[in-house]
């Protein structure tokens, strides 16, 4: 008996009489153990003249022509080519399985003379057709294979449900490419309101043409982020002059941030005048900027009124004499100025300018920046009250000001009675320990309309001083290391007055665990006809010293409450110490097991 093994299979199959095939065998039951000579057949080349004879006669060993079974003896006996081994096909129905097992055929399984049936290659199993993953048993089921057949058919009957709901569920329909031009552009237009053109309507072009024309409509493109939303490599001057030509010729809102290559008088002027509507205009975290240069944006867009130059190089570009030529210019029309990561050299020289030339001044923000002495610049709030009464949104955290001396013969100020948002957090050492509940009185004794307020750092201001602020909506309240929080008695007052109308609530690093507790029982309080829920969105905790059982009266209280900070709370079990957002925090209102101890109550 000679078993070959083959390497790969053949697409077609002749009759052999008294030959038996299988996958990868071939038996020659008529090949003789011995030819003549005494040696034994090799697999390659000829050892006996009745090989040699068989092979240049083209007769096979069971008496076929080489005609007749397309020279298979031949091939075998060639020397340094492939043994193929000819495909196993069943014609009976009842026995295709086998194809798919390892199972040998039986000796008396023979097809009719001539036939030639194309057997289908089976795939390899991470390519077939499986209707729900691809495990054993369901790829069992569509190969038709007999084995394990009990297994198969049970996973087949626990997936019937799930196959014919989605055998009910028709095939998405071409609705999208059915909507009307002028209806895409509306939704599109809604969709980038708040969130700017780049990268919505970037992703949106790639869904198919109809939204991809939608998409490019100029008109679309009023407030563009490029600066955040553009490589490096392709902040080049050849874009942005594309881009003016073919998409920012309504742009209202344009931001350049890092695109040092533009900051050119050539690249500027093509700004200005390929966006003829422009208002707002970002050149945050540019290098060359220099005064000529904002001087020719100011004089060439008429329409410009909020320049963001934070953080410029060189440093020295944002100063009192830079100022004064864009007030002369622009002055009537400036409504928002932002020079926070700035070199800060006359400060009040800097706030004269804008108390005299800027009016209509909405929003100042002068975060972040660098004092250029050792003590804090000292900021005439007096001059820029009366100055600009339109504030509305006032910042300077994380610099070192202070409030100059109030005039003895002058009135008092009227304060800010537009103003919506007060930041003057210290969040780091700027040699200066913020506001006080003097300073705060100053700068809000007329601010009705205060929604936001950010005292974190500010250990010298107390619940009892801001209790005094006429603000009676206030939204957003940020008291972290603040001395509200440390120790107070009445901070649960702060809680009381302003939890009707609270979205977010800081109260990181309270180490006083009596004054946070009452607090939060404040917040917690149960709900009347006067008092609905809290609308509470946002708490933060971290750090603080709240126990778990004030915890879980705000989180049962608060329905919307979106996103709790428990990181770092000392007073609350350790698998409970992190940060929940979304359904997480609905997981913990219904009591799921949120640690490893136990439940969550």
């Not at 626990?158 to 014919?164: C, L, T, V």
């Not at 622009?330 to 009040?348: Q, V």
């Not at 972290?480 to 929080?485: D, P, W």
């Not at 946070?516 to 933060?540: G, H, I, K, Q, T």
Request: aromatic share 4%; glycine share 8%; net charge positive.
């Amino acid at each position: 008996m000679c078993i070959l093994h083959y390497r790969h299979i053949h697409q077609r199959r002749r009759q052999h009489n008294n030959t038996h095939v299988w996958t990868g065998v071939m038996a020659l039951p008529n090949t003789p153990k011995k030819m003549e000579g005494g040696d034994s057949p090799r697999r390659h080349g000829h050892s006996s003249k009745e090989g040699n004879g068989l092979a240049k006669s083209g007769t096979s060993p069971s008496g076929t022509s080489e005609s007749d079974d397309g020279g298979w003896w031949g091939r075998v006996q060639h020397k340094h080519r492939p043994i193929v081994s000819p495909p196993l096909v069943y014609n009976d129905p009842s026995r295709r399985a086998d194809q798919h097992t390892d199972q040998r055929p039986s000796a008396d399984t023979k097809d009719t003379p001539g036939s030639s049936t194309r057997r289908k290659r089976k795939l390899p199993s991470h390519r077939r057709r499986v209707t729900f993953g691809t495990t054993r048993k369901r790829a069992a089921v569509e190969d038709g294979s007999p084995s394990d057949s009990a297994g198969a058919c049970s996973a087949a009957n626990s997936n019937g449900e799930r196959k014919a709901e989605e055998e009910e569920q028709q095939p998405q329909g071409d609705w999208g490419s059915r909507v009307p031009l002028e209806v895409l552009q509306v939704i599109f237009a809604e969709a980038t309101r708040t969130v700017g053109a780049v990268p919505t309507l970037v992703r949106l072009s790639f869904v198919c043409r109809l939204w991809r024309d939608a998409a490019f409509s100029p008109h679309l493109w009023r407030s563009v982020d490029l600066g955040d939303h553009t490589k490096e490599s392709r902040r080049t001057e050849k874009k942005l002059m594309w881009l003016l030509e073919n998409r920012l010729t309504h742009a209202r809102d344009l931001s350049l941030a890092g695109w040092h290559r533009v900051m050119k008088p050539a690249c500027l002027s093509a700004v200005c005048a390929g966006c003829p509507e422009l208002r707002s205009l970002s050149v945050a975290r540019c290098r060359h900027v220099t005064a000529s240069l904002l001087l020719l944006v100011a004089r060439q867009a008429p329409r410009l009124r909020a320049l963001d130059l934070s953080a410029v190089e060189p440093r020295g570009t944002v100063s009192a004499p830079t100022l004064r030529q864009l007030a002369d210019v622009m002055g009537s029309r400036l409504t928002e100025l932002t020079l926070a990561h700035n070199l800060l050299t006359g400060l009040p020289q800097m706030v004269a300018v804008l108390a005299e030339s800027c009016p209509r001044l909405e929003v100042l923000d002068l975060s972040n920046m660098v004092v250029s002495s050792s003590a804090a610049a000292s900021l005439p709030v007096e001059k820029l009250m009366l100055g600009c009464r339109r504030l509305r949104v006032l910042c300077w955290t994380n610099t070192a000001i202070r409030l100059g001396p109030e005039p003895e013969d002058e009135e008092p100020a009227p304060g800010f009675p537009a103003l919506e948002e007060l930041s003057v957090a210290v969040l780091k050492d700027t040699g200066s320990g913020g506001v006080d509940n003097a300073d705060l009185w100053r700068l809000l004794c007329s601010s009705a309309r205060l929604r936001l307020l950010d005292v974190r750092g500010c250990t010298a201001v107390t619940a009892d001083g801001l209790l005094r602020l006429p603000a009676d909506n206030l939204q957003h309240l940020f008291l972290s290391r603040s001395g509200a929080t440390a120790g107070s008695q009445t901070l649960y007052a702060l809680l009381e007055r302003w939890r009707h109308s609270l979205l977010e609530l800081d109260l990181a690093g309270g180490g006083h665990q009596p004054t946070v507790d009452a607090a939060l029982r404040e917040l917690a309080a149960p709900c009347s006809e006067r008092w609905p829920p809290p609308p509470l969105r946002r708490l933060d905790l971290c750090g603080a010293a709240g126990s778990l059982p004030a915890v879980q009266l705000v989180v049962a209280a608060c329905p919307q409450l979106r996103e709790l900070n428990l990181t770092s709370c000392r007073a609350l079990p350790r698998g409970l110490k992190r940060l929940y957002r979304g359904d997480e925090v609905a997981t913990l209102r219904d009591g799921e097991p949120r640690r490893r101890g136990g439940p969550y109550r």
